[in-house]
């Protein structure tokens, strides 16, 4: 079910311009702030999960554990802003999740830690992640919804890759961060109290986000379309699982080569902290590189075919990849394109995916339908990757299961986006 907005007038400069604006700084700043969580993943399993007489391995699996229940919420989150979305409007949504999602990241920062608090210290950082995913879940669907509803005719995927591109730049932005505070504090200053600068730094760039959402107008198709006919709920439950499949590729790859990748160099390969941090970068450089053009390239040649492209490149490279970074003889140069390499192969699948949710869903159930298509996804293919990954290595022994991970989530997107005839934009 592709479902393929009516001509209408094209928006102004200005309104668009304001319209990427605010969209894409909350996205910046929730991937930043999740990126931040997975660096530091071992640093917050020393703080936050790990009593007296507790394992480093036992205490990251809880540290998984916790970030996955967030991405759980997420898709209660999209249900429940989506609704509010789908019937008050984009914009107030999207004010009421960045607030939500500064307060829950900054106050992460202020946690009392396990020797302060006890027991009680992960609960309360449980409950910040909890809060963290229900925004979460209604920031992407408003936002998408906003891109895309404000996009000029035939350059919806461009507008729509700048929901992926701010996600780059999120997890960009918190490795460049963590790469400083590695740089300049001592480890014993990191671990003690540099960890909480990046999480403190949320209220800044929240505040920022914020203005910039007051500033912004409805998008003139809700306007005019919000009262229309509603589609049953099992058209829209399709359309939703469709949507979830063709993205869980994106989802699992995605998280596996630009989140879990620091946290598996450091714990299994024995990478330094800062080398993990340097590979992070560079996979999102790659990342990063071609959201924008992929983005473009599904405005002209369908959303689907980009799509398909960058799924059966992960399918096929992914191990070999995975094979160079784990050699020892291979030069650093090599290593470095291969980070890249993988990048940018995820990237071919977020340029083009907020566009292709957008368009499955008519405008009075979008930002509920993408919001969820996208959320119980990466609730599934994204927040348990790292506990999945890390969790299967310890009892298989196996290194080349972020690999296997990332092939098989991208198999089954392959085949959920060959379903259907090909179709521009669908």
């Not at 700084?25 to 936050?48: D, L, P, S």
């Not at 927040?383 to 890390?390: R, W």
């Amino acid at each position: 079910m592709t479902v393929i907005f009516g001509q209408r007038r094209s928006a102004g400069r200005s309104p668009g311009s304001r319209a990427l604006a605010a969209g894409s700084v909350g996205n910046f700043v929730e991937w930043y702030e999740f990126g931040v969580y997975g660096y530091f993943a071992t640093v917050i399993a020393e703080r936050f999960f790990t009593p007296e007489g507790g394992g480093a391995a036992e205490a990251l699996v809880r540290t998984y554990a916790s970030f996955g229940l967030a991405f759980f919420f997420r898709p209660v989150g999209a249900a429940l802003f989506g609704r509010l979305g789908d019937r008050i409007g984009r914009r107030p949504v999207l004010i009421l999740v960045i607030v939500l999602m500064t307060a829950a990241t900054t106050l992460i920062g202020a946690l009392p830690t396990y020797a302060t608090a006890g027991a009680l210290a992960p609960w309360l950082l449980t409950f910040l992640r909890i809060v963290q995913g229900l925004s979460a879940g209604g920031e992407f669907g408003g936002a998408v919804a906003v891109m895309t509803e404000f996009a000029p005719p035939g350059r919806r995927g461009l507008y729509g890759s700048w929901q992926s591109f701010t996600v780059a730049l999120g997890l960009l932005g918190g490795a460049g961060v963590a790469a400083l505070l590695a740089t300049l504090l001592t480890e014993r200053q990191l671990g003690d109290w540099g960890w909480r600068l990046p999480f403190l730094l949320t209220l800044p760039l929240g505040l920022a986000a914020l203005w910039l959402r007051l500033r912004l107008d409805e998008t003139p198709v809700f306007r005019r379309e919000a009262a229309g006919e509603r589609p049953s709920r099992r058209a829209v439950a399709g359309a939703i699982a469709l949507g979830a499949g063709r993205v869980m590729g994106w989802s699992a790859a995605g998280y596996t080569f630009l989140v879990v990748l620091p946290t598996f160099l450091q714990s299994t390969l024995g990478a330094s902290f800062r080398q993990a941090l340097a590979a992070t970068v560079l996979a999102n450089l790659g990342f990063a590189a071609t959201i924008v053009p992929a983005g473009a390239l599904s405005d002209r040649y369908g959303r689907r075919p980009v799509m398909l492209t960058g799924a059966l490149l992960v399918v096929t490279l992914s191990l070999p990849l995975l094979n160079v970074l784990q050699d020892s003889g291979t030069s650093t140069a090599l290593k470095g394109a291969a980070l890249c390499g993988a990048g940018a192969v995820v990237g071919l699948m977020a340029g083009p995916g907020p566009a292709m949710l957008a368009e499955l869903f008519p405008t009075t159930v979008r930002h509920t339908g993408l919001g969820l298509a996208y959320a119980l996804s990466n609730a599934v293919f994204s927040g348990c990757a790292g506990l999945i990954i890390t969790e299967t290595i310890h009892r298989t022994g196996n290194t080349d299961i972020p690999a296997y991970y990332a092939a098989a989530a991208c198999a089954v997107s392959a085949l959920a986006l060959a379903k259907s005839p090909g179709r521009r934009g669908s």
